[in-house]
């Protein structure tokens, strides 16, 4: 049974930053790219980061580009992201999701994590 379980988050202040985990379970991590989603309230869940499976690619969404870092650990099965000079817009439950390597969609997703940005 896959799970990924997501920590890190949190209220901070504007300009602060926090850093997200993900910890993987039930599947060969290394075999996954991994991706980073947010949903804020009202709107669409939207594309935050990604990782490729050996952590040598890396992709943004413009709105935290910059200001985010995507990292994995293959070893502790977690990925991380770490988020920089946050801002109210970034407030969002942040959602970790795995895809097989060979998919174009992702196969699993975590049940978030609510990041609140005050102003």
């Known amino acids: 049974q896959v799970q990924l379980v997501e920590s890190g988050g949190g209220l901070v202040q504007a300009g602060g930053s926090l850093r997200l985990s993900c910890a993987a379970s039930?599947?060969?991590?290394?075999?996954?790219?991994m991706g980073w989603f947010r949903q804020a309230p009202g709107k669409e869940r939207e594309f935050v980061a990604a990782?490729?499976?050996?952590?040598?690619?890396?992709d943004y969404a413009d709105s935290v580009k910059g200001r985010s870092t995507i990292s994995r650990d293959n070893a502790k099965n977690t990925v991380y992201l770490q988020m920089e000079r946050l801002k109210p817009e970034d407030t969002a439950v942040y959602y970790c999701?795995?895809?097989?390597?060979?998919?174009?969609?992702?196969?699993?997703w975590g049940q978030g994590t609510q990041v609140t940005v005050s102003s």
């Open positions: 999701a795995a895809k097989w390597i060979l998919r174009s969609s992702y196969d699993y």
């Open positions: 039930g599947l060969t991590f290394s075999n996954y790219t």
């Open positions: 990782i490729s499976w050996s952590g040598g690619g890396t």
